[in-house]
């Protein structure tokens, strides 16, 4: 509900007769972000005429950053067209001279209600962003290169935004595997638990491509013990409100970092390798998942390094992890190469057979088909089947 910022108790009860019933009054810019920090869906804040207007016009600069969908309406004594500019430079959405037109405070919070619809889609329904976490309990099998042609993939050339965070935290090496060189990483966020926002997550991202950013391990693995699980937890919810897919590379290990993500996570993708250890280990790992009721009915098996000759065949994997392959990689000196180049195969070579099994997945985890740029399907052929038996054809190194 609208929120009115005034601190003279006279000036307030003529303007909230104005507003909708059930609107609120605060004394002080601070309360009033207090105020929205627990209301997500506030759209209006009215500046009443006790807020300097200094004070009124850095604090609408601020809001039509940080809260875009957030309407600013200021209401003066009087006015002349200088206050005007100055107020629609700083992103006021309207000014309503006090005591002239006693329905104009009214129209003011109604259009900033129309402008909130409208911003957050159809039925006013925001589609958040989904968490798709990467897990192994295993370490070298496949992760972090999982996490970041998925990443890729999901991206659909550019007509979804992902965001990769690396909780990896002690040993993240998802921006060396992309050869990107982070200026900022999750260290930045260490003791923010209560004002973590996309805002402030910004500007700790490191930009791989236009729609494929990087949310950095730290660089010094005792910075991990700084990292509470409620910091994780929030930070994945802000990166909802900005990212269409927040994609979670993990260590091998169910630490808290990785607990927390699962619990956040809407899909997860577990790597396996045919060796009997792996799969032991996996098993357990779905055991311990099925009892911490973690992403039922939304689990993706990728079996990396998934070659004929080890004695092990996909159906035995299937029968004992109790689950159905996604999508499967074979050994790949390309994909070795790509790591030590930092140019991840799918960008690398899309067609490559590995691309293809990643594309493959992030059908899976979306829903919805994934192909490569140029492909058959992307010309107007019919889509590829996603039985199983699609990778079962052929071996893909
Ligand atoms: N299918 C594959 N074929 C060849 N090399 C691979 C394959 N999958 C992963 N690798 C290589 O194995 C190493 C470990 O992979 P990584 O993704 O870092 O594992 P994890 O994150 O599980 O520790 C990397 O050098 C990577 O290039
Ligand atoms: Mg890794």
Known sequence: MPVIVEADSASIAPLLGQMPTGSHSVASIDRMHAWLDQHADEYVVVLGP????????????????KRPTVSVVLVRE???TDVLARSMHAGVRDVVVAGNDDKALTRAVERAHQLYQALRGPGGVRQLGRVVTVFSPKG????????????????????????LVDLDLAFGDVAIT??????????QAVGSEDSVDLAMLEGLLTRHEDSLTVLAAPAHPDVRER???????????????????????TSPSFDDATLTALDETDECVIVATLDVPTLKNVK????????????RGHRHLLLNRADDEVGISVEKVESILGMPVSSQVATAVDIAASTN?????????????????????ASAVTG???????????????????????FRRGRNS
């Open 341 to 361: 180049s930092g140019t991840p195969i799918v960008s690398h070579k899309p067609h490559h057979a590995a691309s293809q099994a990643y594309f493959h997945l």
């Open 284 to 295: 357990v790992a779905l055991e311990t998942m099925d009892m911490l009721s973690i992403a």
């Open 78 to 80: 009087h006015f002349d």
């Open 227 to 249: 990292i509470t699980p409620l910091l994780i937890s929030r930070i994945l919810r802000a990166l909802r409100d900005g990212f269409d897919y927040i994609v979670v590379d």
């Open 140 to 163: 070298g099998v496949g992760k972090t290169t999982s996490s970041v042609n998925l990443a890729l993939a999901l991206t659909d050339r550019g007509a979804r935004k992902v965001c």
């Open 368 to 390: 919805e088909p994934v192909v490569a740029p140029g492909s058959a399907a992307h010309a107007g052929a019919p889509e590829p089947t996603r039985s199983r038996g699609l």
């Open 50 to 65: 006790g807020v300097g207007l200094a004070t009124a016009l850095e604090c609408a600069e601020d809001l039509r950053i």
């Open 178 to 187: 992309m050869q990107l060189f982070p200026t900022h990483s999750i260290e």
